[in-house]
């Protein structure tokens, strides 16, 4: 049982990407549904950021959302986490700015869940975001297809027993995330210790091989690993399956592995997520290796807390995403689909990947490198881009990421769906 339900939150949770510091955020309690209302990877590039919202899906600041009228979406998940509190938060913050009235409720299993969802739909309102246990899915699906309620999935898309998309999703690359984070610390191998060699360095990996998107990260990092001139003997991919997903987990498949290693001198160290990555740092400051190791991370929160209260250590970078960003396209998806301005067939068409069969968008973001040097720059950037200030840092010239190119095979067959 309990392995279940760590996987189930791993699905649903941890592979979110979310960086969060500054102010702490504050925990809603979750509601039942209120009565209705009448009423609406990279690096840092040198070029501004574009306002994403010039498609349909993103906020568009041409629209009057006061004069729209005023809607009502509730966010919908199953179990506690503080990463549905970051997103609560997140979707509150555009539901605002959009003129919607929000809420919130956390659902016990998957029949409470269904049950709350048929609850908002008879309550009349205009949508709905669900994070359920991915088994729930299906059914959610065919119970809002029969009330007609627009909805987007949250932190995990909504796929069916053949992995088609039962819905626009919206993500990002766990391939390319694997590869930066390791690309970033090989970087900073390369610059830092001039005696580090592919015969004199080790790499730590830990995953989760019950779980497909911790798979994919690690080839990613494999990938950069090989790519890179280093040795596949010295590479060690680690199961976080014999363990829980815990930094301590980390910590005791990472120690040993370095203890009877001695003649690597230098090593690079990755998680999947923040607990994973800080377990192997943890590791290495106890053996006497902080100043010869560097570990990146996905995600950053634990990293950003760190560095706010001027700590260091070999955990130096993370890939993540600002729970603002990726909530943008959620939140904004489902405005345009309750205004009518799109269909979930017809929303961010050239993210189609039609040659695998999908008919909805899996819109992918981009994911940004922090370091102690840019953090409070990309959270001071998030403020302006979204103008919704939720951080104490100093503004900032610094732009950042907001859109990711489609896949070529993709926009191919969007250009062939819309002009054939």
């Known amino acids: ?237 680690l199961d976080g399956a014999a363990g829980d997903m815990t930094a301590q987990t980390a910590y005791n498949l990472a120690a040993p592995v370095m203890d009877a290693n001695s003649k690597l001198k230098y090593w690079i160290g990755c998680g999947f997520f923040d607990d994973y990555s800080v377990g192997i740092a943890r590791a290495a400051a106890d053996a006497g290796k902080a100043g010869t190791a560097v570990c990146s991370t996905a995600g950053g929160t634990a990293l950003i807390s760190l560095w706010d209260a001027g700590g260091t250590g070999a955990l130096k970078s993370a890939v993540c995403i600002e729970p603002r960003l990726y909530t943008e396209p959620i939140f904004c998806g489902l405005y345009a689909m309750i205004t009518g301005r799109v269909t979930p067939a017809s929303l961010w068409p050239e993210w189609i990947d039609r040659s695998a069969g999908q008919t909805y968008a899996d819109l992918r973001l981009p994911a940004v490198t922090i370091t102690q040097d840019n953090y409070k720059d990309y959270l001071a950037f998030v403020d302006t881009y979204t103008e919704l200030d939720a951080y104490p840092y100093p503004e900032t010239d610094a732009t950042y990421p907001v859109l990711a190119a489609p896949p070529a095979a993709t926009s191919a067959s969007a250009n062939l769906t819309t002009t054939g």
Not at 201 to 225: N, S, V
């Open 1 to 237: 049982m309990k392995k279940a339900l760590t996987l189930t939150l791993a699905l649903s949770v941890i592979f979110v990407l979310f960086a969060c510091g500054g102010k702490p955020a504050e925990t809603p309690s979750p509601s039942a549904p209120a009565e209705t209302t009448d009423s609406v990877t990279s690096e840092a590039p040198a070029s501004e950021a574009p306002r994403a919202a010039l498609e349909k899906g993103f906020f568009d600041p041409s629209i009057d959302y006061i004069a729209a009228g005023r809607y009502q979406v509730a966010y919908i998940h199953t179990g506690v986490s503080v990463m549905y509190d970051m997103l609560s938060d997140a979707f509150k913050a555009w539901a605002d700015k959009l003129n919607v009235e929000f809420n919130s409720f956390t659902a016990s299993d998957d029949d409470q869940f269904l049950a709350t969802v048929q609850s908002y739909c008879d309550q009349s309102y205009d949508g709905l975001i669900l994070d359920p246990t991915p088994a729930a899915y299906p059914a959610a699906a065919e119970l809002l297809s029969r009330n007609n309620m627009p909805w987007m999935s949250g932190m995990a898309p909504a796929y069916d027993e053949n992995m088609k998309l039962l819905h626009p999703a919206v993500g990002y690359d766990d391939h390319a995330l694997g590869y930066d984070m390791y690309t970033w610390c090989i970087d900073y191998a390369k610059s830092t210790w001039p005696d580090a060699t592919p015969e004199n360095t080790g790499g730590i990996f830990i995953g989760y091989a019950d779980l497909q998107l911790p798979e994919i990260r690690r080839t990613g990092a494999y990938d950069a690993w090989l790519g890179n001139g280093y040795k596949e003997g010295s590479f060690f991919f």
